[in-house]
């Protein structure tokens, strides 16, 4: 628990708020059952119905006492606990956001989300826990045993009999309870992990009719979270019955024993009382306990999968001198670059070279699993290179800040992303103070503007999270809008206009060849329409470089190349 005294320390002055409100409580319930012996020993046995007035009234007063107490407790506990999510779910965003790609491929989306929802609101509840009980418990079980030996020592004894039967029951459970609570988040995070493919995947479930296999996976793995659940609620289930038969068997052998006592004249009836409330304030501090260490586990488990996030640090980091500009403007060269995936047998990319200019077209073609995507997402430092150098602007883009170096980038995913908003929102994601010109600019060039102006609020339609009211040619035209807007130094389009119809994609490349003319464009494409007049053509094949040239000389020269084009057009078209 050490690990959350850093989110726990901006809260110190509300902890001495809750140990001064504990301190209150326990002074006022403890005197209590004090009281009440005065008030049957000497009050009631003398009839001194000024004495019970008086002593009931300070009776009363430490009720309201201690109540104010347990208030304020509640209100300093509840700012506490809310006050650390609030920071570690912040953090846990923050740090995220500084991963690559290769931390979010070892932790994956549904245990990230788990980490900063469930795992923070179990750290929550346990800080809740722990400023409310644990900080009580221990003192009032202390307190309670030493009036109880003040009022008598005989009577005493029994309680001493009882807590070593009490303290093995706790071990008990709580040696069993322990693995068990470790094993939930883990079960619990198979269950986010194939309830979010179910939700994201649902169209591709229900068209190959396999929603009876979606429910199985479901149900196999949110019925071993019940069955964990079950063993941890079953081990906790003995817990409160076993405390409450010790409980009341120590209260008949205080009663007897007290009674024998009070037969002989060494006890008052008034201190058997005291003695009995003070038996139950113990055993219900040591329930609090004993609770406290059925959450322990799982509280501990939920910590260090937290600070496993916030400790690791990326594998893309900047350097203490980096650099945020280079000596040229808007040239990508690649030195023998060769590239693998974390665990991967083969390399994606094996020694890689060309260099793509400003004002020129850059196409790169090839088949599926060729390394088309890998090598671009190498620009932008979503991975680092295993061997050789990305040049941006003649530097290294190791030696760039990221910011900086993202900053030159206008970058089309494979997989058009758009966010929950407005049409005009998601454009503004390249540029944030664009405006409505630049907008409206960067959706023509785009051939959006056509299908926006048909709709109703025009630019201020709203887009549905992940963009599914809207088609697939649509969702791709306002991913690149989103980049034109950017003016970047650099444009990447991965594979972005496989949606597109030939005329339209003909009328966007037109209009991107007069808004790109100054910047440097790489342009990954399966239609060898697309690249046809492109600079240059960078064909891949199996990871490495089959063949650069025109569209012409790759025809003459490069046979991968050629059986792409014989692949989509006739020999009587080529040849025209």
Known sequence: ??????????????????????????????????????????????????????????????????????????????????????????????????????????????SLITRT????????????????????????????????????????????????????????????????????????????????????????????????????????????????????????SYLMPTQMLILNIVTVLIVWTGAVQVSYGNIMVGDIMAVVQYVMQIMMSLTMVSLMFIMVPRALTSVNRIFEVLETQPVISDKPDCVQEGKERGSIEFRDVSFSYPNADTPALSHISFCAKKGEVTAIIGGTGSGKSTLVHLIPRFYDVTHGQVLVDGVDVRDYQQKALRAKIGFVPQKSNLFFGTIAENIRYGKENATEEEVEKAAR?????????????????????????????????????????????????????????????????????????????????????????????????GGEVAGIGTHKELLENCDVYREIVYSQFSAEEVSR
């Open 445 to 541: 060039i785009a051939q959006a503007l056509d299908f926006i102006s048909e709709k109703e609020e025009k630019f201020d339609s709203p887009i549905a999270q992940g963009g599914t009211n809207v088609s697939g040619g649509q969702k791709q035209r306002l991913s690149i809008a989103r980049a034109i807007v950017r003016k970047p130094e650099i444009y990447i389009f991965d594979d972005s206009f496989s949606a597109l119809d030939f005329k339209t994609d003909y009328a966007l490349r037109k209009a991107l060849r007069e808004e790109t003319g100054d910047a440097t464009v790489l342009l990954i494409a399966q239609r060898v329409s697309t690249i046809v007049d492109a600079d240059q053509i960078i064909v891949l094949n």
């Open 117 to 236: 929802t469930n795992d923070i609101t179990q750290v929550q509840n346990f800080i809740m826990i722990l400023t409310r009980m644990f900080f009580t418990a221990p003192i009032m079980a202390l307190g309670g045993i030493f009036m109880a030996y003040s009022k008598s020592p005989q009577l005493s004894k029994v309680i001493f009999i009882a807590i070593p039967f009490l303290v093995i029951l706790v071990i008990s459970i709580a040696r069993y309870a322990m693995p068990i609570s470790q094993k939930m988040q883990e079960k619990l995070d198979r269950v986010n992990m194939v309830l979010r493919e179910k939700l994201t995947g649902v169209r591709v479930i229900r068209a190959f009719n396999t929603e009876k296999y979606e429910e199985k996976r479901f149900t196999k793995a949110n019925q071993d979270l019940t069955d964990t659940a079950i063993k941890m609620n079953r081990a906790m």
């Open 1 to 110: 628990m050490k690990k959350l005294l850093g989110p726990i320390k901006p809260f110190a002055p509300l902890f001495i708020l809750v140990i001064v409100a504990v301190i209150g409580n326990v002074y006022a319930t403890l005197s209590l059952p004090n009281l009440l012996s005065q008030v049957i020993d000497v009050g009631i046995a003398n009839q001194d119905n000024a004495y019970v007035l008086s002593t009931g009234l300070k009776m009363l007063a430490l009720s309201v006492f201690a109540g104010a107490c347990t208030m304020l407790n509640g209100f300093a506990s509840s700012r506490i606990s809310a006050g650390v999510g609030k920071n570690l779910r912040s953090q846990v965003f923050r740090k995220a956001e500084t991963f690559s790609l290769t931390e979010f491929d070892h932790f994956g989306t549904s």
